[in-house]
T-cell receptor, first 112, second 114 residues
Framework: GQSLEQPSEVTAVEGAIVQINCTYQTSGFYGLSWYQQHDGGAPTFLSYNALDGLEETGRFSSFLSRSDSYGYLLLQELQMKDSASYFC?????????????FGKGTKLSVIP | NAGVTQTPKFRVLKTGQSMTLLCAQDMNHEYMYWYRQDPGMGLRLIHYSVGEGTTAKGEVPDGYNVSRLKKQNFLLGLESAAPSQTSVYFCASNPTGGSNQPQHFGDGTRLSIL
């Protein structure tokens, strides 16, 4: 089976940096993705890591360590609009296609 | 470009009723997916399709059927709705199912079964 663990809630101050961790157990691992979802909205893609290391996209960075089955999403210069749920998702292969298995999500609250 | 469009956006059903949720994408994507999202549970894959005329089961397929008669459309059916199927349903698509390709989600259908 597959399992992902991420904190259920995180609170951080506007302008600060926050890290959301994700640990996973899976077979046929190909990569780790992160999605953002505002309340009542659709999930939107943030990042993808297939190899160990850090990927940076603007204020957001994502890290993967395949040997530790661990990744994190780093949000810098937090803004109020970053208040949302963040989901890590492992990409693995099954039945000839790649599939996403999502974690339960981390609700980030950014406070003034 | 509309992207991924889901209809209806909201629906209330009585136990035992049937309905079909429609997902349409205008990006010429091969792969399409149906997920359900329950509070505190993240998204769980119900069924998916790797191309026109194909469907496959995901993690939680029981009680649902799907069809992909046209490449742009992916239908999710509930034959006999149950309260346990109260959820928010999301459709997604991606170009060719590659591991590095993001999934593009619709805005969701909020379904309540009484």
């Amino acid at each position: 089976g597959q399992s992902l663990e991420q904190p259920s809630e995180v609170t951080a101050v506007e302008g600060a940096i926050v890290q959301i961790n994700c640990t996973y157990q899976t077979s046929g691992f190909y990569g780790l993705s992160w999605y953002q979802q505002h309340d009542g909205g659709a999930p939107t893609f943030l990042s993808y890591n297939a190899l160990d290391g850090l990927e940076e996209t603007g204020r957001f960075s994502s890290f993967l360590s395949r040997s530790d089955s661990y990744g994190y999403l780093l949000l810098q210069e937090l803004q109020m609009k970053d208040s949302a749920s963040y989901f890590c998702a492992v990409i693995n292969s099954g039945a000839g296609s790649y599939q996403l298995t999502f974690g339960k999500g981390t609700k980030l609250s950014v406070i003034p | 470009n509309a992207g991924v469009t889901q209809t209806p956006k909201f629906r209330v059903l009585k136990t035992g009723q049937s309905m079909t949720l429609l997902c349409a994408q205008d990006m010429n994507h091969e792969y399409m997916y149906w997920y359900r999202q329950d509070p505190g549970m993240g998204l769980r894959l119900i069924h998916y399709s790797v191309g026109e005329g194909t469907t496959a089961k995901g993690e939680v397929p029981d009680g649902y059927n799907v069809s992909r008669l046209k490449k742009q459309n992916f239908l999710l059916g509930l034959e006999s709705a149950a309260p346990s199927q109260t959820s928010v349903y999301f459709c997604a698509s991606n170009p060719t199912g590659g591991s590095n390709q993001p999934q593009h989600f619709g805005d969701g259908t909020r379904l309540s079964i009484l």
